[in-house]
């Protein structure tokens, strides 16, 4: 199957559409009459489709299993066509298209199934995804204008050429992927003045998002969170809460973080972790979304 586990749960719909034609005013009355000698045609395809909903991953080889939340079922007639509408919510990583579809297939085919003895033209004519919500894909977080965009990199060794800087060049990959392209990236050493003058610097040259990678952690050198504080305007606490809690469904260590988040002007900044694992992990929590900042702060 293929890998899930850098997605984030978000609420996900998806309605699918199947149609059966029957070749009958006959067989229609006999459905709305409840005179089909297998039973009640809606009710008996309604709890068929709700099975299938459920049982999707057991027969869908990269289909995973997941927590079905909401499974409806409606049927419409349409002169010699019954509509069967089956929608699906969960709030999970991946989406619910297929199970919707599942739903409706075997619906449509229960029916057919109970109608085949009196009706011997009926037929499957489509099936169909009707529309999906959910997901990053669905997500459209488009700024007004291009941003200008830094990043910070706060280690000793980097600064120091004791090895190249991996997080800086990461990062900078990561946020193109949503349209922003850093136009410095400086690497500084954990020294809170140094890492007060890049901030000012950059705000002063009036950038609108400033990235810090570094120095979040709890060690003795680990000053980054010290620095950036007192030099916000407002705070976000929340978008910390947020990667802290990505990270932490990946690994404990998570909980060691202390990067913070804030204005400081007009210029958003954001402090991550220095580990590329957890640059990505924190890009992965924030991205696209964070950038809604930008059309609600004009």
């Known amino acids: 199957m293929v890998d899930i586990t850098h997605k984030q749960f978000t609420l996900r719909k998806a309605i699918a559409l199947a149609i059966v034609k029957v070749s009958s005013p006959e067989t229609i009355a006999a459905i709305e009459e409840k005179r089909v000698p297998k039973g009640d045609v809606f009710e008996f395809s309604r709890a068929a489709g709700l099975f299938a909903v ?13 927590p079905v939340e909401y499974t409806g079922f409606n049927f419409v007639i349409n002169e010699m066509q019954i509509e069967i509408r089956a929608e699906v919510h969960t709030v999970y990583k991946t989406g619910v298209e297929v199970e919707a579809m599942h739903g409706a297939m075997i619906a449509a085919l229960t029916m057919y199934d109970m109608l085949k003895p009196i009706d011997k033209e009926i037929e499957i004519r489509s099936v169909k995804l009707e529309s999906k919500t959910g997901g990053k894909s669905n997500i459209r977080v488009a700024t007004e204008r291009p941003l200008k965009v830094a990043i910070v990199v706060c280690s000793d060794r980097a600064y120091n050429g004791v090895y190249d800087d991996i997080s800086g ?12 392209t850093p136009q410095e990236i400086v690497i500084v050493p954990d020294e809170i003045e140094k890492i007060q003058a890049a901030l000012r610097q950059f705000k002063e040259q009036e950038y609108d998002l400033l990235l810090f990678s570094g120095g979040t952690g709890a060690s003795y050198r680990d000053v980054t969170p010290e620095a950036i504080k007192p030099l916000l305007d ?36 954001i402090t991550m972790p220095g580990s590329p694992r957890a640059v990505e992990e924190t890009t ?9 900042l930008f059309k609600v702060r004009v």
């Open 54 to 66: 459920k049982k999707t991953s057991d027969v869908v080889p990269d289909c995973h299993p997941l």
């Open 284 to 292: 992965a929590a924030l991205f696209p979304y964070v950038l809604h």
């Open 234 to 269: 407002l705070e976000l606490p929340g978008l910390m809460e947020a990667a802290r809690q990505y990270g932490q469904q990946r690994t404990p260590f998570a909980m060691l973080s202390r990067g913070i988040a804030g204005f400081a002007g007009n210029m958003l900044v």
């Open 169 to 180: 060049k990461l990062l900078a990959e990561l946020i193109g992927k949503h349209g922003l």
